[in-house]
């Protein structure tokens, strides 16, 4: 079991969020488990990390609210929804995704593998490129490309590319474009 934010914790976030535009009002009927609340303080909590996130960076005009102090808030409000035995609300996950950032994960992964059959479709097609020339065309590091070839799924996508460069069953001019 979990233990409940103490009154100084409650007291010290909800001056906190009056300083970003969260009335006190609207946090006690979170607190005292109006749903209608949670789903509008999600809204508005969801949007302050969107705009935090676009801007990268705080303005004096515009205040975007801190990370702690935003998962403190959405802590209350599942454990709010939990205290009345509701699911919490569909705005209550949105919130929790984005500020968990769900959207980030594996993308790393992703975007290496993107690179790499970038640079196994660009070797294909030019097959005397040098590392640096690939490394170039692809955003990476040379000794990346000197790890990839030594790599066999690597050097079956080359193979793949170079077959299809060979028959003119793709346009490899575009490669050149992107």
């Excluded at 809204?43 to 996130?53: A, F």
């Excluded at 070839?149 to 060979?166: I, N, R």
Aim: charged residues 30%; proline residues 4%.
């Amino acid at each position: 079991m979990t233990r409940r934010p103490s009154r100084n914790q409650y007291f010290h976030a909800f001056e906190e969020c009056e300083k970003y535009g969260i009335d006190e009002e609207l946090l006690e009927s979170v607190n005292d488990g109006q749903l209608d609340a949670i789903r509008a303080l999600s809204r508005k909590l969801t949007k302050k990390i969107q705009t935090r996130r676009r801007s990268g960076r705080q303005t004096r005009l515009h205040k975007t609210i801190p990370p702690a102090l935003c998962g403190f808030c959405a802590a209350v409000m599942v454990d709010t929804c939990r205290r009345i035995s509701v699911p919490p609300p569909r705005e209550l996950c949105n919130l929790l995704s984005v500020h968990l950032k769900v959207d980030a994960f594996g993308g790393k992964e992703v975007k290496h593998h993107d690179t790499r059959l970038r640079a196994a479709l660009y070797l294909g097609a030019h097959p005397s490129a040098s590392d640096t020339q690939i490394a170039n065309y692809t955003g990476t590091s040379k000794q990346s490309v000197g790890q990839w070839k030594k790599d066999p799924s690597f050097l079956e996508f080359v193979e793949a590319a170079e077959y299809l460069a060979k028959h003119d069953l793709i346009n490899f001019e575009k490669l050149d474009e992107v």
